[in-house]
């Protein structure tokens, strides 16, 4: 088939994604010209072109801060708390979802268990400050049993607690369909022979089940490697106040308030793009370690 004759053929096929071509161009690649500004005194009113060169300053500026350390350091603590326990939560839940052999009890709970996933941030706030406030449903539970109300939501003590629980009851049941379907890989009769050897449920769980699933487990743990700074932007804007800035302010939070609250553009920029760097360091890393520990390429 000569070149002529295939594009004849395939046009249609190369027609239908001219739309995403241009979706990424326009909305990906094209606003990374503003990059320039983390390296400038960016002014809207002299635009990219003449706002004055200054180098590094910005980055300089932004190390030097003296809650520098406290930002980083809670962007790490929530986002690797999230990924270790929705991971190891996950593995749990599907464990029993697996073991479960009443089909209407097992549906009911995946459905009860998925739910959260798919409600955005601003719902599940106002849920939870009605819920956590001084007078919500959990301190007056916490009243009828003689314990005294806490500041769930404007306490460093118990804010990034909160925020980490909160961020595991809505991600964790998304997160066991992966395994849910690794464990369908498993061939019934292992399980079939080790009970007529006289193995038990937990023992065949430990030696047939998750030896068959930790290939997907370590993929899923090397992959999520890239997410170590993304702590939950939409879930703490909603969430935290500047009484919990000691403990629940991340790099997402610093830039919104810096660049969009404060109009210091330029400083903004200069963060985002040493998070970006990172995180790109980091992803890199993870797809190394899927590659070298799972087998997992994307080409």
Same mark, same amino acid.
């Given at each position: ?21 241009? #979706? ?17 005194? !960016?002014?809207? $009113?002299?635009? !990219? ?22 930002? !980083? ?44 996933? #798919? ?32 500041? #769930? ?35 019934p009769v292992l399980h079939e022979a080790a009970a007529i050897d006289g193995a038990g449920r937990f023992r065949r769980i430990w ?25 939950? !932007? ?35 920029? $200069? ?8 995180? #790109? ?19």
């Amino acid at each position: 088939m000569t070149l002529q004759q295939y594009l004849r053929r395939a046009w249609p096929l190369y027609v239908m994604i001219v739309p995403g071509i241009v #979706f990424v161009l326009l909305f990906r690649y094209y606003p990374m010209y503003g990059v320039v500004i983390a390296f400038q005194d !960016f002014s809207p $009113a002299k635009g !990219f072109l003449n706002s004055p060169w200054i180098g590094w300053a910005n980055f300089e500026f932004f190390f030097s801060l003296p809650y520098f350390g406290r930002i !980083f350091g809670n962007t790490l603590i929530i986002s690797v708390s999230k990924i270790v326990l929705d991971q190891v939560g996950a593995i749990i839940l599907a464990l029993l979802l697996n073991e479960a052999r009443h089909l209407f009890f097992r549906r009911s709970i995946q459905t009860l268990i998925y739910l959260p996933h #798919f409600l955005s941030w601003i719902v599940l706030g106002g849920i939870l400050l009605d819920i956590l406030s001084v007078r919500g449903i959990l301190n007056q539970g916490l009243g009828l049993i003689g314990i005294e109300s806490q500041l #769930f939501l404007g306490s460093n003590d118990w804010f990034r607690g909160t925020v980490i629980a909160s961020g595991f009851w809505k991600n964790v049941g998304f997160s066991t369909i992966v395994y849910l379907a690794a464990l369908t890989a498993i061939n019934p009769v292992l399980h079939e022979a080790a009970a007529i050897d006289g193995a038990g449920r937990f023992r065949r769980i430990w030696h047939i089940t998750l030896p068959g699933i930790r290939p997907t487990i370590v993929l899923l743990a090397a992959l999520s490697l890239g997410d170590v700074l993304q702590a939950g !932007f939409e879930q703490i804007l909603t969430l935290y106040n500047p009484a919990v800035y000691r403990t629940g302010d991340i790099i997402d939070t610093y830039v919104y308030r810096t660049g969009l609250i404060s109009a210091q553009y330029s400083l903004a920029g $200069a963060v985002g793009l040493f998070k970006s760097f990172i995180g #790109f360091i980091l992803i890199v890393i993870s797809y190394w370690l899927a590659d070298r520990y799972a087998g997992y390429r994307i080409l």
